[in-house]
C-alpha cells in the first residue's frame, strides 16, 4: 500500500464547508474527477475535532453526503 501526500493548502474559512470546499476544489483541480471520487475517495483520517468528524455538519460527514464510501477514522497519533 502507498501513501501519497498531495500537497499543503491555505485555508480561508476554517469551518467544516469551508473545509470539505477547499479539499474537493483541490481534488478536482489536480485531476481527480467527481466520478473517480464516488468510486475511489474511501477514507478520511482526522484529529477526532468536531469540526472534522461532526456526526451533523463535520467535514467527514459532507463527504460522506457527496461520496459515499468515505469513511473517516480519528488518526492513532492523535489518540495518544
Do not use: N, W
Not at 475535532?49 to 459532507?62: D, F, H, K, N, P
Request: net charge negative; proline share 1%; aromatic share 10%.
Amino acid at each position: 500500500m502507498s501513501v501519497y501526500f498531495l500537497g499543503l493548502l491555505p485555508l480561508a474559512d476554517a469551518s467544516a464547508t469551508g473545509l470539505e470546499s477547499i479539499l474537493t476544489d483541490y481534488l478536482v483541480s489536480i485531476g481527480l474527477t467527481e466520478d473517480v471520487l464516488r468510486k475511489q475517495f474511501v477514507g478520511l483520517y482526522s484529529d477526532g475535532a468536531s469540526c472534522m468528524i461532526g456526526q451533523y455538519r463535520g467535514v467527514a460527514t459532507l463527504l460522506k453526503a457527496k461520496f459515499l464510501l468515505v469513511e473517516s477514522f480519528h488518526c492513532i497519533a492523535h489518540r495518544i
